[in-house]
């Protein structure tokens, strides 16, 4: 436990929610008459789902926490708990200072009001005097972007625009407490390094931040420490790359029914995609890999009932734990491009040598129609390098050195050695060195 004066203090939080089960509807008078005896009242049977099973941990002012686990793993719920957007069923949580928060596009935006009158907005729910607003205010315009449509209702924003202006009101009014979901994947590339780059200026300012993220490399870079969730409960707390180990094994000890697809699935991803398999030499399934061996990345899809894919297209991409994304290709790129309109099947990509350093790596899976990206999983499949002599001499290369290995083909070519001759001496191939100061011809 830090020496620090604690920001966080969260105590057995425990979130349960009544899920409701929609009966049947009757189709005939019997069958009317037959449920209402069953339920002469009328009440719609409900069960309940936990989201979060006693989760406890303490966070230090300062601190800046990657909280990571699979869809479905209850860190969104938490991140809500934390930012007072529902109450907890059970437990206690302390929060010491005022929380900002980035949960989803257009947290607490109002749609009928200009982008100018929610940042006033948001900076009165964080508690910010008018004037403090308005000595930030060309700050957070100028970082969001959209000088041009301040005075547009924000209900005419496209989501890029929501998420710029959200995450600058969030930054700049000054929260002790920054709490941001994954919403910033909505951005472009260039605005998230942005705001990746924000959020730390407001860790070294030694305000607390909570990040939620399925970029390993950002959380890597970002936080100091990290919490892993899964199933509802927290089961890592501590230093950053030990987290990240802790969630990539829960991933690679997974069974398939554990591993369901839907939680590794983006929020525009449609359900095409059914699974997938990492298969080493000989098409054997295998989570471990030795460096510079075969490795083939398996996607199962289907389509909807009613629907075919034109052009069936695959996506891989390889991001390693730390690093971030390492490599990745798809079959656009390459020419692959079979025009066999199918409703089901199987695509496979094949590395003949996979150029990869020892450590641990995800895979995403992609699936399109032609030009159209349909379906993504974002870690679903995982897998270990082992370090390897890949060069045959002995020796295995450093994982210091990066994401890949470098198969080099050396070659010297070397001046001879001039032979200077010693006057009064026989032997033509004696060599002193002061000789070529001192010899004139």
């Not at 929380?99 to 940042?119: A, D, M, Y």
């Not at 959380?219 to 987290?243: H, K």
């Not at 909807?304 to 991409?317: C, D, F, I, S, Y």
Request: proline share 6%; hydrophobic share 40%; with cysteine.
């Amino acid at each position: 436990m830090s020496s620090k004066s604690p920001a966080i203090s969260v105590r057995n939080v425990v979130k349960t929610y009544a899920v409701g089960h929609k009966a049947a509807r009757a189709t005939t008078l019997g069958e009317a008459i037959s449920a209402r005896l069953r339920n002469p009242f009328g009440r719609t049977p409900t069960d309940t789902f936990q989201a979060l099973k006693g989760v406890s941990f303490d966070i230090a002012e300062g601190e800046v926490v990657g909280i990571i686990g699979r869809n479905g793993a209850g860190k969104s719920t938490l991140l809500k708990i934390l930012s007072r957007i529902t109450l907890p069923t059970e437990g206690r949580m302390e929060l010491y200072g005022r929380v900002g928060s980035l949960l989803e596009v257009g947290t607490g935006f109002h749609p009928e009001l200009t982008g100018r009158e929610n940042i006033y907005l948001n900076g009165a729910i964080l508690g910010m005097r008018r004037k403090d607003i308005e000595r930030r205010f060309d700050e957070i315009v100028a970082f969001a972007d959209v000088e041009t449509f301040l005075d547009t209702p924000v209900k005419r924003y496209s989501s890029g625009m929501y998420v710029r202006l959200a995450f600058a009101v969030a930054a700049h009014l000054n929260p002790e407490i920054l709490v941001v979901d994954e919403v910033l994947a909505v951005g472009d590339g260039e605005f998230q390094k942005k705001c990746l780059g924000k959020m730390k200026d407001v860790a070294t300012s030694g305000r607390t931040v909570l990040f939620v993220s399925h970029n390993i490399a950002a959380v890597s870079n970002l936080c100091s420490s990290a919490i892993v969730m899964d199933g509802g409960r927290m089961v890592f707390q501590g230093p950053t790359q030990e987290g990240i180990e802790r969630y990539l094994n829960l991933n690679l000890t997974a069974s398939d029914t554990e591993r369901d697809v839907k939680d590794f699935r983006p929020a525009w991803g449609k359900p095409y995609i059914t699974g997938g398999r990492v298969l080493g030499p000989g098409k054997r399934e295998q989570s471990t890999l030795p460096m510079g061996s075969e490795i083939t990345l398996e996607m199962t899809f289907r389509a909807p009932p009613g629907k075919t894919l034109r052009r069936p297209v695959m996506g891989v991409v390889i991001n390693h734990a730390t690093l971030g994304t390492v490599g990745g290709v798809n079959t656009r790129m390459t020419g692959f491009d079979p025009d066999e309109p199918c409703a089901s099947g199987v695509l496979s990509c094949t590395l003949k040598r996979m150029p990869l350093l020892q450590g641990s790596y995800s895979v995403e899976l992609w699936l399109g129609d032609g030009h159209e990206d349909l379906d993504c999983l974002m870690g679903y499949l995982s897998f270990q390098v082992e370090p390897t002599d890949v060069y045959g001499s002995g020796q295995t290369p450093f994982a210091r050195l990066g994401a890949i290995y470098l198969e080099p083909k050396w070659h010297l070519a070397a001046d001879p050695e001039p032979v200077i001759t010693v006057p009064g001496s026989s032997d033509a191939s004696a060599r002193d060195p002061l000789a070529t100061i001192t010899s004139e011809p």
